[in-house]
């Protein structure tokens, strides 16, 4: 078992550091794994951590999903067969740059429900998902022979509140469902921050990327008599749309990180490895203005979003041999031959078939009649796009169309004419000029529900009213758009293309030979990618990313098909290439 002690961290009762990657299963295929674990372990760490994303198991509330790239147990099971710990954060929010900061999108048809509190709607759904979900793990303890050696009641609680009722509220939901390793939060080193986000008796965990003996001055006030552990070490960054890609020089990393093994720290690589935001599930940050997160999550981490061996990991590997001593491995713990996977340029991919959004809309969506707009949640619909349509009847001369409030983009059409993008950030000026009668089309995208911070409460669609000038539109027809299966779309021969009618384009290419390969889009303009049926994520010409993932566990020999859902140009082609273009 694992003891906490004023000395240090005992595992059946031998002294060690706990030496972590971060590593989601969610973010990656079941296929790959056991190779990337087996990296873990080859570069010298003895743990594994992960978290748990709430809104994927429950996507839909009260249905349960634990198959595939969701089989949790399948993943503690394979870590611990390949020689690693395993830290657990099954907390209800994760943050981690995912969509909601990993809670359910249909919390909020919850009217006035207060998140991450003692809401007792919020309190009764969270009881339910521990209803499930403990038991699971309860069995891969260490205390019973498994894996598990700790788990986390909250993430970052300090950045978001202070309700210690909540905070205890969870800890018993733990311990009351059997679990019984060492519980922890994390926060960031400020008063604050360990003020609001912890409790008394709790082992206390710090989130930084640099200045770790400042960081432990602060955590000194709030915590002397347990062991020193950096549950987040951030070794890279995240990047968004529209923003410069981020990374971090492996030199620093190194000193840093040898800063903490000189002072028995122990620590949590994050990233070890980020891997992909598949679908819709890249998340969003707001600081002064909305900001969606790219695709990729990458994270400039030690492993590559492909999972090959970089600068950085070879070098952190190179220094842990300097204190393999301090180190305790599993018993399974090998040092495993590992090596880069297979890359393939699959050459050009030619679109030959087309069909339009506005055509394909009954076998799309659910269509819905309101005297008012409503947002995604009103509707039961999580993720994708939404269609707001009214007939306007009268005289409008040159009128103001406002969105209060567009979340996050909508593309504005009048009699089918389309008119520009009104965005949460960039509200253009759209003036509307109608003799009679006029039908108003406003389609809106969800780009990524607020991960972190204050604005987490992040409902999509049109969230108050459209007016003209002062005047609010009503009875309107809204369809929900969640792009969760294109099996009914009806294909036609590629003909004339008009911009800015959005639409689905299907090619087709062939596989000799699997291997990784990255989809470049630089002409396109905004959309998503389905391989095979699988939605791989979104893509935008803003950048920095310029070019999508395409793992191999998503190809069959022989044909496969790629469908590209595009907002506004039609590219004509695209390339698979052997190399990624983060920025």
């Known amino acids: 078992m694992l003891e906490l002690k004023k000395d240090g961290i005992f595992i059946n009762g031998e002294k060690t550091l706990l030496i972590s990657g971060a590593f989601h299963y969610f973010r990656t295929l079941p296929e790959m794994w056991e190779d990337r674990l087996k990296k873990i372990a080859a570069c010298g760490f003895n743990t594994v951590e992960t978290y748990v994303p709430w809104n994927l198991h ?57 998140l991450r509190t003692m809401d007792p709607v919020y309190i009764e759904k969270i009881n339910r998902y521990y209803d499930t979900i403990l038991p699971k793990m309860e069995k891969y303890q260490i205390t019973k022979g498994g894996p598990i050696i700790a788990m986390q009641i909250e993430n970052e609680y300090g950045s978001y509140g202070n309700d210690k009722n909540y905070l205890e509220f969870l800890e018993r939901a733990m311990t009351s469902r059997g679990i019984n390793v060492p519980l922890f939060t994390s926060d960031g080193p400020t008063d604050n921050m360990l003020s609001g986000g912890t409790l008394p008796h709790i082992w206390k965990t710090i989130n930084y990327g640099s200045r770790t003996e400042e960081a432990f001055e602060v955590l000194e006030k709030y915590q002397k008599d347990l062991p020193k552990m950096v549950m987040e070490f951030w070794i890279g960054w995240f990047d968004h749309w529209g923003h410069e890609h981020i990374t971090r020089e492996p030199e620093s990393v190194v000193e840093e990180f040898e800063v903490m093994l000189k002072n028995d720290i122990s620590v949590n690589f994050y990233m070890f490895h980020g891997g992909t935001n598949f679908g819709f599930m890249a998340g969003a940050n707001y600081d002064e203005k909305h900001k969606a997160d790219v695709t990729s999550y990458d994270y400039d981490a030690l492993l590559t979003e492909a999972g090959d061996i970089t600068k950085k990991y070879e070098m952190i590997k190179e220094l842990l041999k300097k204190y393999e001593q301090k180190v305790k491995k599993h018993k ?92 949460r950030n960039n509200n253009q000026e759209i003036f509307l000029t109608i003799e009679g009668k006029g039908k108003l089309s406003i389609l809106v995208e969800n780009l990524g529900r607020i991960n972190y911070g204050p604005k987490m409460k992040d409902k999509k669609g049109i969230t108050d009213h459209v007016r003209l000038e002062n005047q609010i539109l009503f009875n309107w027809e809204i369809t929900t758009i969640p792009l969760n299966n294109l099996e009914k779309l009806s294909f036609l021969n590629l003909e004339k293309i008009d911009e800015n009618n959005p639409s689905f384009y299907r090619g087709t290419f062939i596989v000799k030979e699997i291997g990784d390969t990255f989809i470049d889009f630089e002409k396109w303009s905004k959309g998503v990618i389905y391989i095979n049926g699988f939605n791989i994520g979104r893509y935008w010409e803003n950048g920095p990313q310029k070019r999508l993932y395409l793992p191999k566990e998503l190809l069959k020999i022989g044909e496969n098909e790629i469908i590209i859902f595009e907002l506004h140009k039609f590219g004509h082609y695209l390339n698979l290439f052997e190399e990624s273009k983060l920025g």
């Open 58 to 114: 429950e996507k839909q509330e009260g249905k349960f999903d634990f198959k595939g790239i969701l089989d949790l147990e399948k993943f503690v099971q394979l870590a611990e067969e390949v020689g690693l710990y395993v830290i657990l954060r099954p907390t209800p929010y994760i943050c981690s740059e995912w969509e909601n900061g990993g809670l359910p999108p249909w919390l909020f048809k919850y009217e006035g429900i207060h």
């Open 332 to 423: 399974n713990h090998k040092f495993y031959e590992i090596e880069n996977s297979k890359k393939k340029n699959y050459g050009t991919v030619q679109f030959t078939e087309r069909t339009e959004l506005f055509k394909n809309i009954k076998n799309l969506g659910k269509k819905y009649i309101s005297s008012t707009v409503k947002t995604m949640e009103d509707l039961d619909q999580d993720y994708g796009f939404i269609l707001y349509e009214t007939n306007i009847l009268g005289n409008y001369i040159n009128k103001k169309l406002t969105l209060e409030e567009v979340r996050d983009r909508a593309m504005i059409y009048l009699d089918g004419k389309y008119l520009g993008v009104i965005d």
